[in-house]
């Protein structure tokens, strides 16, 4: 531009005038899709449901608090072992907006409270998997009608499995509660509380608990594999994370003082144990995995295949009733029509006038 500019006002063009011409003629601008789409995902933020679930007292909720830094249990009240014992299965939810660097993530936090605590438990996995198809069922809701700018992605992307660290493996409700879930979401399994067991324990419980999943058929999340041009330190990493799995974890939200440091951590008569030293948990790790290498990931395997397959097999029962009935029935229970708003009503007015100025064009022709 600066060299025909030039050779218009009759001056002579310098060599970097006309190898930056070159070099402009060459760009097209589809290098700066990254920038767009970064700035506006930005813009929008980001949603992430996690959900947490195993027996009351293996600090399920004061991990979240300390992935997230943030409380998100202030008013909780603890039920005794008779009130436990009572108690159903039930699902609560917990929204907190968090920003970062300008960047916004509105996360939901699904907690389930009363699972393994009762003397029978029997099925005691079932509100939760209900709940996760209710989710599949009103996205797939939304995402049939009319309007679909806004609608809310409330789908369960991750769920953190607490496995108890006095046993010696998996128990039966364990492996049910994993097999039940493996095709719905997400399962990352964790050994809780891993500050009760000695380095040799809890290398061995990692290993019966790996055979196990193994040996019952148990389908985990599975680490993508690593891309074959990242470099041998990104490599390195990934396989640190794969042989870490299940996580031994341990959460703390109290600040304590070690080798002249603040740190979070867990005070005890014979040392403090440190939430963030990988040489005593891996805290480090499971936050590295779930927020910032793969939570993109989780969500598109939520997405592409567990979301994918309830979406499938929806359509592939309408149609079947569709062939045998000779009419369609949706095999989901139908809600109550609500009355349309302003802005539906308009949407409709345009889609209705659309054919009409298609065809007053082609008379015009």
């Given at each position: 531009m600066f060299y025909r500019n030039?050779?218009?006002r009759g001056e002579r063009a310098c060599p970097q005038d006309m190898q930056f011409t070159v070099a402009e003629k060459d760009y097209v601008g589809f290098a700066t899709l990254p920038n767009q789409v970064h700035r506006k995902s930005v813009k929008k933020g980001f949603d992430f449901t996690l959900m947490v679930a195993g027996e009351s007292?293996?600090?399920?909720?004061?991990?979240?608090?300390?992935?997230?830094?943030t409380d998100l249990h202030k008013d909780r009240k603890l039920l005794n072992a008779e009130e436990r014992i009572s108690q159903?299965?039930?699902i609560t939810k917990h929204t907190v907006d968090i920003e970062e660097k300008g960047v916004k993530l509105k996360l939901t936090i699904v907690d389930t409270p009363g699972f393994g605590d009762a003397v029978?438990?029997?099925?005691?996995?079932?509100?939760?998997?209900?709940?996760?198809e209710q989710q599949f069922e009103q996205y797939f809701?939304?995402?049939s009608g009319l309007n679909r700018k806004n609608i809310q992605d409330n789908r369960v992307h991750c769920c953190l499995y607490f496995i108890p660290p006095f046993g010696h493996g998996l128990r039966p409700v364990d492996v049910e509660f994993m097999k039940a879930l493996q095709d719905k979401v997400n399962v990352v399994p964790l050994i809780s509380k891993a500050d009760c067991l000695t380095p040799n324990e809890i290398r061995r419980l990692k290993d019966r608990v790996r055979e196990e999943i193994d040996k019952f058929g148990i389908k985990v999340y599975q680490f993508p594999d690593c891309d074959s041009d990242e470099d041998e330190e990104a490599k390195q990493k990934d396989r640190e994370l794969k042989e870490s799995t299940p996580f031994a974890v341990i959460g703390s939200n109290m600040v304590v003082e070690a080798r002249g440091q603040?740190?979070?951590?867990?005070?005890y008569p014979w040392g403090i144990v440190e939430v963030e030293n990988q040489a005593?948990?891996?805290?480090v790790k499971l936050r590295t995995m779930l927020i910032r290498s793969h939570m993109h990931d989780l969500k598109d395997i939520t997405s592409d295949c567990h979301y994918e397959n309830y979406r499938a097999q929806c359509i592939h029962t309408m149609t079947s009733k569709m062939t045998t009935d000779k009419r369609v029935e949706s095999p989901l229970p139908i809600l109550p029509l609500s009355t349309p708003d302003v802005e539906t009503e308009k949407l409709i007015k345009k889609k209705d006038e659309e054919p009409m100025q298609l065809l007053l064009i082609r008379l015009q022709k």
């Amino acid at each position: 531009m600066f060299y025909r500019n030039r050779v218009l006002r009759g001056e002579r063009a310098c060599p970097q005038d006309m190898q930056f011409t070159v070099a402009e003629k060459d760009y097209v601008g589809f290098a700066t899709l990254p920038n767009q789409v970064h700035r506006k995902s930005v813009k929008k933020g980001f949603d992430f449901t996690l959900m947490v679930a195993g027996e009351s007292g293996l600090g399920k909720s004061t991990l979240v608090n300390s992935l997230f830094l943030t409380d998100l249990h202030k008013d909780r009240k603890l039920l005794n072992a008779e009130e436990r014992i009572s108690q159903t299965v039930g699902i609560t939810k917990h929204t907190v907006d968090i920003e970062e660097k300008g960047v916004k993530l509105k996360l939901t936090i699904v907690d389930t409270p009363g699972f393994g605590d009762a003397v029978n438990n029997t099925d005691c996995w079932r509100p939760i998997t209900d709940y996760i198809e209710q989710q599949f069922e009103q996205y797939f809701r939304d995402e049939s009608g009319l309007n679909r700018k806004n609608i809310q992605d409330n789908r369960v992307h991750c769920c953190l499995y607490f496995i108890p660290p006095f046993g010696h493996g998996l128990r039966p409700v364990d492996v049910e509660f994993m097999k039940a879930l493996q095709d719905k979401v997400n399962v990352v399994p964790l050994i809780s509380k891993a500050d009760c067991l000695t380095p040799n324990e809890i290398r061995r419980l990692k290993d019966r608990v790996r055979e196990e999943i193994d040996k019952f058929g148990i389908k985990v999340y599975q680490f993508p594999d690593c891309d074959s041009d990242e470099d041998e330190e990104a490599k390195q990493k990934d396989r640190e994370l794969k042989e870490s799995t299940p996580f031994a974890v341990i959460g703390s939200n109290m600040v304590v003082e070690a080798r002249g440091q603040k740190v979070r951590g867990r005070f005890y008569p014979w040392g403090i144990v440190e939430v963030e030293n990988q040489a005593h948990c891996d805290f480090v790790k499971l936050r590295t995995m779930l927020i910032r290498s793969h939570m993109h990931d989780l969500k598109d395997i939520t997405s592409d295949c567990h979301y994918e397959n309830y979406r499938a097999q929806c359509i592939h029962t309408m149609t079947s009733k569709m062939t045998t009935d000779k009419r369609v029935e949706s095999p989901l229970p139908i809600l109550p029509l609500s009355t349309p708003d302003v802005e539906t009503e308009k949407l409709i007015k345009k889609k209705d006038e659309e054919p009409m100025q298609l065809l007053l064009i082609r008379l015009q022709k």
